[in-house]
């Protein structure tokens, strides 16, 4: 069997299944967060009864990130109506934006986009945060009601976005019925070379594939060359395996994920047994690619959809009204690190946007420094506009008054992962998928630029 089918078989009791199988899966975790949240909670309700009790209250998280630096009344609603609800349910996972448990939400456009304002418990975006709050182990079921739940196969776990009416009915029972997806097999050998990331890694892959070249199917991710991916990149492959139709993506289980899920659960108190699944010899792919990662150059996906593969070498003629870095795929620490290296001392030639996926990564770069500055006045120094409220921001454009959101028919580079029309606001509004080195190199030159032009 596959990684995804080890993981399947035992969340379904049984000693094997195969591709095409239906089964019922024992979930180890459900997500949801304040845009999907209230519709679940509403199917639920109504499946399930008025006063029916989840099936675990430690089991189900709950992190707003999406809607929330908006002054849109019904945006800020939606996290009130998850906390009466955990509050309701007695849930143990809330990471709410205020610290007041009987309180109401209300972001303050007087204050502007770039202050935090938020509370101790806000965690940031939900996949960026489910690991580093401990909810994410090895050989485990995540369903999470957003697509990019994904992003959890770089822990060796079996995790999928799903649609409101399955998520209520796993808020009730904790099971769903599934069917095995077929696997790709993507063997990645070699190292990437200066210059190149994580990002460049995928959008290749998806190049190859196209846009909807993995429906329903697992991308199973191994090699020497995955092995020699630090976390943070793996989780930036595993996340846009959805950008495929991929219904997951997984990586290996190694050292590296031990210590990073072991780290992560003790700190935060979450469960710390799990139990790893590991390649057999017997597994059956339905698609083979393998990838020299030491050939990948920088790469981008052009408008309008993340298939759209080319260089960044080739595309020098595009001029850009706008550069972006954030999302759960590219606004972790290591993102932004590599963003303020190709910055440095320079200045940005565009409108440049900065937004951490995370409240501990703010804090990671308000704190680290190269010699005299913090990363984060570092990017101030070259022209980022850096917010310190964490979140997904313009990522899927939200209310007119998101932060970095395209007001405009703009071209924009971006180190999100989407880019269909209208995914950062306005719907003639062109964004390109690239990583967070050649988002850099782009906001300096103003038109898509090699990030290799500018290592130092
Ligand atoms: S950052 Fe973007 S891709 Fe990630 S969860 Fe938020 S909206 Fe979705």
């Known amino acids: 069997m596959t990684l995804t089918e080890k993981i399947l078989a035992r969340a379904a009791g049984k000693a094997r299944v195969e591709a095409g199988d239906n089964v019922w899966v024992q979930a180890d975790v459900l997500m949801t967060h304040d845009v999907c949240g209230p519709g679940t909670i509403g199917v639920f309700k109504r499946e399930f009864g008025k006063n029916a009790k989840v099936w675990s209250r430690d089991r189900i998280v709950i992190i707003p990130d999406h809607y929330i630096f908006t002054a849109d009344s019904k945006s800020n609603r939606n996290v009130d109506i998850l ?175 031990q210590a990073m899920v072991d780290y992560r659960c003790k700190l935060n108190g979450t469960k710390s047994a799990y139990e790893p699944v590991f390649r057999d010899k017997d597994e059956k792919f339905v698609y083979e690619l393998v990838v020299d990662l030491s050939k ?18 080739q595309l020098g003629h595009v001029k850009l009204d706008r550069a972006y870095i954030g999302s759960c795929t590219g606004g972790k620490t290591s993102d932004f690190l590599e963003f303020a290296r190709v910055l440095r001392g320079k200045r940005v030639a565009i409108d440049t946007f900065g937004v951490p996926a995370t409240p501990e990564i703010v804090h990671d770069l308000q704190t680290a420094r190269w010699e005299d500055k913090t990363i984060w006045d570092i990017l101030i120094s070259a022209g980022v506009q850096m917010t310190e409220n964490a979140g997904c921001a313009a990522c899927l454009g939200g209310p007119v008054d998101t932060f970095g959101r395209m007001n405009a028919p703009l071209k924009c580079i971006s180190a ?19 990583s967070p080195a050649t988002v850099a190199a782009s906001a300096l030159t103003g038109k898509i630029t090699d990030p290799r032009d500018y290592l130092s």
């Not at 995790?159 to 097999?185: C, Q, R, S, W, Y």
């Not at 990948?296 to 070498?313: I, M, N, S, Y």
């Not at 992962?417 to 209208?422: I, L, T």
């Open 83 to 257: 906390r009466d609800f955990v509050r309701e349910q007695g849930l143990t996972y809330f990471y709410d934006v205020i610290d007041e448990p009987n309180g109401h939400w209300v972001f303050d456009p007087s204050k502007g986009n770039l202050k935090k304002q938020f509370g101790s418990r806000y965690a940031g975006v939900c996949h960026t945060a489910l690991p580093q709050k401990g909810h994410t182990r090895p050989g485990e079921v995540l369903f999470g009601t957003d697509s990019h739940t994904c992003m959890a196969g770089a822990f060796n776990e079996f995790a999928t976005g799903i649609g409101n009416t399955d998520a209520g009915f796993v808020m009730g029972t904790g099971k769903l019925l599934l069917k095995v997806p077929e696997t790709m097999h993507f063997r990645l050998e070699g190292k990437l070379q200066p210059g190149v990331m994580a990002k460049d890694v995928i959008l290749h892959c998806i190049g190859e594939i196209g846009f909807d070249g993995a429906t329903y199917r697992a991308m199973q991710f191994d090699g020497d060359g995955a092995l020699s991916l630090s976390m943070d990149d793996r989780m930036t492959i595993a996340n846009m395996a959805i950008e495929a139709g991929g219904k997951n993506g997984i990586f290996e289980f190694d050292a590296q994920t």
């Open 296 to 313: 990948l150059e920088p790469t981008v996906a052009c408008h309008p959809d993340p298939g759209q593969r080319k260089l960044a070498r």
């Open 416 to 434: 999100t992962n989407r880019n269909f029309p209208g995914r950062m606001g306005h719907k003639e509004s062109q964004v390109f998928l690239a």
